[in-house]
């Protein structure tokens, strides 16, 4: 294993500035812009994959597909009609079938990103959808993004003996084939490790990076403080925003952002790093205009065009700097 005590790199305007997005170029269409599929929602919460497929949209995405449940297609495909949307079999619990894996395989050479969780329900169904649906991605140089209740995956490995507790399965080892990006808070992360909550708000960078290594993937453990952290050691952090992010919706809208940037051909730990940056960012204009509790999630995507082409510009505004800002913790 490698080394769990790297130093965290600051994501502030001069990592950026050095690190910039893939563009297309001005001869290319919405398939050079990069196709992202968004699998999530459920009949309680429907917005969840509104919130992100809008998000992956105004990060700069071509193309959209959503695959939520039957039950709610109609709603979401009337409000994002920029999308193609699929409807998945349900079960009781709200929580999609493995069939669903045949609706999606068509697209699985055609998509260069996927996100899977928002807004989705049954943990042990989805452990089952996303161990079904990774191999058939293996190859596809498709970047996966788990998030919410689809990170329940490392809980339950597609190897685990039949009957044993999700409890149980804490200690397993467990590793992605592929790197994949994990964006936990405290609270899942101690879900998801077994580990006291308090332990790990009191040491994030190393629980990130263990984290990484052991499970192979990037994980973007969030915070008043965001620890990146990836499988060879690299390590980033990210501390701004303010506390009206802390708000139902605003961890969707920082996944589908995550999302956008990784279907234009971010590899996952740019597309993470510059995600959390751009949301905070987005939450102080927000704050400027607004105030800073009382505005919406939803509100959020709409800044994110202008925030890229100040970043690619190298013009970001001094209300814009990460520096002097409030930190927060970033809530699904």
Known sequence: MTQTHARARDIDDNLLRSWPLPVPSGEGDKEVRGHVLILGGSREMPGAVILAATAAMRAGAGKLTI???????????????????????????????VEAVAALDPLAD?????LVGPGMQDEAATARLVHALLPRLEGSNTSVLLDAEAMGAILQPPDAAAGTEAGAAVNAPFRFNVPVLLTPHAGEMAHLTGIDKDAIQDDPDRHALEAAQRWNAVVALKGARTVIATPDGDCWQHEGGNVGLATSGSGDVLAGIIAGLAARGA???????????????????????????????????????????QAAGGKAAPADRLSGSTPVEVKG
């Not at 193609?84 to 619990?93: I, M, Y």
């Not at 055609?110 to 996927?114: E, Q």
């Open 67 to 97: 695959a939520t449940g039957r039950s709610v297609a109609q709603l979401v495909a009337l409000a994002i009609p920029e999308s193609r949307v699929l409807g998945l079999a349900e079960n009781e619990a709200g929580g999609f079938t």
């Open 267 to 309: 590899d996952l730990a740019q597309a993470v790093s510059w995600g959390v940056a751009l949301h905070a960012r987005a939450g102080v204009r927000l704050a400027e205009r607004l105030g800073t509790l009382g505005y919406l999630a939803r509100e959020l995507p709409e800044e994110i065009p202008a925030l890229l082409e």
């Open 110 to 114: 055609k998509i260069n990103a996927i």
